[in-house]
C-alpha cells in the first residue's frame, strides 16, 4: 500500500483509509466485536494505516471497537476521531445536539482517548460546525490540546471554506473530511480551491456513494430500519432508478478496465488530487480488498477526463441528507 501526505501537515496515510463507523453504526445492524476487530486486522495486514471513527458512532461502541483493533499496533497506525455531538434532551437523547465549546471538547477527548486505549489522538476532527460556538474558539481548544500532547493534528468535517479559513488561522487544519464521490462533486466548486490553496488534506467519506457507486444497490435494494440510507431522499426508489445512469458509466468504464466500478470509483477520486485520501468503510473482507485494488488501478488523464465530463453530464436525482442533517452542513 502506497502512502500520501495530508496537505502540508506532513500526516502520512495509506492512501486508502478505512472508515470505521458502519462496523457499529448507520448502515444495518451492527458487526459482532470479534467480527469487526477481526476485519480491521485485516485492514492493517493489507497495508492500511488509517483509521476513522467518532464519539457518536454508536455512539462510543465504534471507538471501543477501534481501540482494542488498533492496541497492539498503535505505533504503526493513524486514529481519527471526531468531538462536536452530544445528547439532545429536547428530543429524546439522540445525538443530535451540536457542541463544540472548548470545556466540552477537551472531555469528549479525555473519553475517547480511553476508549482508544491510547495517549494521542493522531487526528481530531470537529464533526459537524457548531454556529453557537466561534470557530476561533474550537480551534484554540484544539490547540491547546496539541500543546498538551494529547492530539497531533486538527481536522474539520462538512466546514464551508470561510470556516476553513477562520480556523486555519488560529490552529492549521491538517484536513478536511467531507462527502466526495461521483456521485457527490460539489466539493470541488466550494471548498477545494481552499484547500489546496491553503496546504490542507482532503479526506472523502462515502467515496462509494454510500455504496451505490459499487453497483449492488438498484431500485429493488430493501434497506434494513436500522440502515440510515433507508430516510436519505436520495435513495429513495424512484430516485435510485433515475440515477442508474452514473451506476451505468462507471461499470462502462470499470469493464474497459477490468476493474469493479468500486475500483474505478475510488481510482477516480485519487487521480482528482494527490492530498485526496478516502476512506471506504465495509464489513466483509472480500470488500475491503476490492477496495483496495482500486488503489492500484491507475486511470490515464483520458480517463479521468472522460469520467469528468460524462458523469457532470448526468444530474443526480434526491438530496443527499434528510432536512434535519443538512441543517447541520456549513456553506
Known amino acids: 500500500m502506497q502512502k500520501r501526505t495530508l496537505g502540508k501537515s506532513g500526516l502520512e496515510v495509506s492512501t486508502l483509509g478505512l472508515g470505521c463507523m458502519g462496523l457499529s453504526f ?5 458487526t459482532e466485536k470479534p ?5 480491521i ?21 465504534n471507538e471501543e471497537v477501534v481501540g482494542e483493533a488498533l492496541a497492539p499496533f498503535r505505533q504503526d497506525v493513524v486514529i ?22 472548548p470545556d466540552h471538547i477537551k472531555q469528549v477527548v479525555e473519553a475517547s482517548l480511553k476508549r482508544l486505549q491510547t495517549d494521542t489522538i493522531d487526528l ?47 490552529q492549521p487544519v491538517t484536513a478536511l473530511q467531507s462527502e466526495y464521490s461521483l456521485f457527490w462533486r460539489e466539493p470541488e466548486e466550494s471548498v477545494m480551491p481552499t484547500l489546496e490553496e491553503l496546504g490542507i488534506g482532503f479526506v472523502p467519506f462515502s467515496p462509494l456513494g454510500k455504496g451505490f457507486l459499487t453497483g449492488k444497490i438498484d431500485a429493488s435494494t430493501k434497506f434494513d430500519s436500522t440502515d440510515f440510507r433507508a430516510i436519505v431522499p436520495r435513495f429513495t426508489e424512484e430516485n435510485r432508478r433515475t440515477n442508474q445512469s452514473i451506476i451505468d458509466l462507471v461499470t462502462k468504464f470499470a469493464e474497459q478496465k477490468k476493474a469493479t466500478p468500486a475500483q474505478v470509483a475510488l481510482a477516480w477520486l485519487l487521480a482528482q488530487k494527490p492530498w485526496i485520501v478516502p476512506i471506504p468503510g465495509t464489513t466483509k473482507v472480500s470488500r475491503l480488498e476490492e477496495n483496495l485494488g482500486g488503489a492500484a ?21 434526491g438530496e443527499r441528507y434528510p432536512e ?3 441543517k447541520l452542513i456549513d456553506r
Open 124 to 170: 481530531l476532527y470537529q464533526h459537524r460546525v457548531d454556529l453557537n460556538t466561534p470557530i476561533e474558539e474550537t480551534a484554540g481548544a484544539v490547540k491547546d490540546l496539541i500543546q498538551a500532547g494529547k492530539v497531533k493534528h486538527f481536522g474539520l468535517s462538512e466546514a464551508g471554506a470561510k470556516t476553513i479559513r477562520r480556523a486555519h488561522a488560529v
Open 35 to 39: 467480527e469487526a476487530i477481526k476485519l
Open 324 to 326: 434535519t442533517h443538512r
Open 297 to 317: 488501478l491507475e486511470l490515464t488523464a483520458d480517463d479521468v477526463r472522460a469520467l469528468n465530463e460524462a458523469s457532470s453530464a448526468i444530474k443526480i436525482a
Open 80 to 101: 481519527a476521531t471526531k468531538f462536536g455531538f452530544e445528547a439532545n434532551p429536547n428530543d429524546g437523547g439522540r445525538w443530535n445536539a451540536l457542541n463544540s465549546k
Open 26 to 30: 448507520g448502515l444495518g445492524p451492527a
Open 41 to 61: 486486522r485485516a485492514a492493517i495486514e493489507r497495508g492500511v494505516t488509517f483509521y476513522d471513527t467518532a464519539e457518536v458512532y454508536g455512539p462510543y461502541v
